[in-house]
């Protein structure tokens, strides 16, 4: 089963930038290259939502709340994903997992905390 391990949160200030990074292994670069794989997130008290998506041949898709501000993006070779976050929000408070077609596999998360 492919293991996913996300890094790159911390604590900012509103309005600072922070990149999550997403290393994917245990699956063959074939298989990584050939997926969609998205960024999601889960504040407390809150069900984990749709963040960013980014296609096998690149194309993204954001949700609605995070548009403009953020930035996914992969790099195939290295079997990473990778999200930019500009413009941090309060909001944007929650922890961040990234993912693929593999149900049910999500890895610990990385924190993001954005003080106000």
């Known amino acids: 089963q492919v293991q996913l391990v996300e890094s790159g949160g911390g604590l900012v200030q509103a309005g600072g930038s922070l990149r999550l990074s997403c290393a994917a292994s245990?699956?063959?670069?074939?298989?990584?290259?050939?997926?969609?794989m998205g960024w999601y997130r889960q504040a407390p008290g809150k069900q984990r939502e749709f963040v960013a998506r980014i296609t096998s041949g690149g194309n993204t898709n954001y949700a609605d709340s995070v548009k403009g501000r953020f930035t996914i993006s992969r790099d195939n070779a290295k079997k990473m994903v990778y999200l930019q976050m500009n413009s941090l929000k309060p909001e944007d408070t929650a922890v961040y997992y990234c993912n693929g077609p593999w149900p049910g596999n999500w890895g610990r998360g990385t924190q993001v905390t954005v003080s106000s």
């Open positions: 245990g699956v063959s670069l074939t298989n990584f290259n050939i997926n969609d």
